[in-house]
């Protein structure tokens, strides 16, 4: 089941026009059919707290993590904050650092992997597919791999294209599923709703003042 948090005490970063929140895993960003607790609604009621005589609060993500994912979730607090961050997103301008581990690692210890990536509507999976696929996406991302306590291993990523999916799968294709991850082949007993794959870092520009923005979230790992 999906877990309540309090808002306060994962808050990396705010301002007149951003929220920034490290979201635990097993966390929902929006509301699902099933009414589960979801990051949007908890941070709704967190800006709702702070101006409780406002008629009108908004608040909304600009991208989402998968419900076992943890890591950074930026907010917007206006509309114009929204758009100007979607389209940084959608121009690349935007440069996201993930963290996962796994049991398994392969021989070359850093460099990149580049796939074709289908998502499978259906069982709701990304699938690595052949270039001639007719719904094939090129999908890209660099990684260094250090070694972890108990004989795992660390992966440090950047990625560049960001599709569904995309590093569980990328990392499955290779061999080495995320620790806990067993819609990708991890048999791994992590957490309950919960992959060890964290979102740790995220360079954009401010919206309003353009100055270059930092955040990082270290990982809160459940091994």
Known sequence: MSIKINVQD???FEDSSILVINKPCSLMVEPDRNGHPNLLQQVQKYERSLRPKSKE???QHVHRL???V???VLFARKK?????LSEQFATRQVKKYYQAITDTAPTIKEGKLENYLWKDKKNKQAVIVDSLHAEAEKVLLDYKITPYKNNFHLWDIRLHTGKYH???AQLAASGCPILGDTLYGSTFVYAPNS???HASSLYFNHPQTGDAIQIKADPLWLI
């Open 10 to 12: 994962h808050i990396l």
């Open 57 to 59: 609060i908004y608040i």
């Open 66 to 68: 998968d419900r076992p």
């Open 70 to 72: 943890s890591g950074i």
């Open 80 to 84: 114009s904050v929204l758009k100007n």
């Open 166 to 168: 995309q590093i569980r």
């Open 195 to 197: 992959i060890a794959l």
